[in-house]
């Protein structure tokens, strides 16, 4: 399996093109803006992308959509009430398969109603619910301080932290990181109770 990682757009989001293999079925997660960079990806490794992943509804997630589906024929996955075109809607705790890799669904409501993670083989991709060193805002539409609790302090920090993590935006300071090593050194994991969590978002 290969992890290609682009930065692309004007928010430094990361764009994902995962296969297991070059020539083999594969996936593109959360495509930006500035998509070109992935398409000539796909082609190089003429990767089949079956499924299009997209973490959340906040448009830098999914402006290369339609581009990826055009030159691909993958369908769209999002978490099932994302305001968004979707041709497989999922939900917590569901899996899929794109060849021999397997997916995992989390809903980890906090920065938006839709937000999930996508567990991988031995990978975790966040989108914008966990960066390296840093978590996703919840003051923008949809957000919600106390669901981001439940998501970071109940359901992230229950993985296992050998999980690699791929974060949504290119904000720390590496571009990816392990569960364990956010565990250890993410401010915003630091076990706090559901009052003190929202103390500190408000400060």
Known sequence: MFIDQFRIGPYLNFTYLVADREGGDGVVI???????PVLAGIDAKRVKVRYILNTHSHMD???GNQDVRERTGAKVIAHRVAPLK?????????EFKAGPIRFTVMHTPGHTKDSVLYLFEGNVATGDTLFVGECGRTDLPGGDPAEMYDSLLRRVISLDDALVVLPGHDYGVTPTSTIGREKRENYTLKPRTKDEFLA???E
């Open 200 to 202: 500190f978002l408000r």
């Open 30 to 36: 959360d495509p930006s803006y500035g998509i070109d």
């Open 61 to 63: 997630h999914y402006a």
């Open 86 to 94: 979707q041709d497989l809607s999922v939900d917590d705790g569901d």
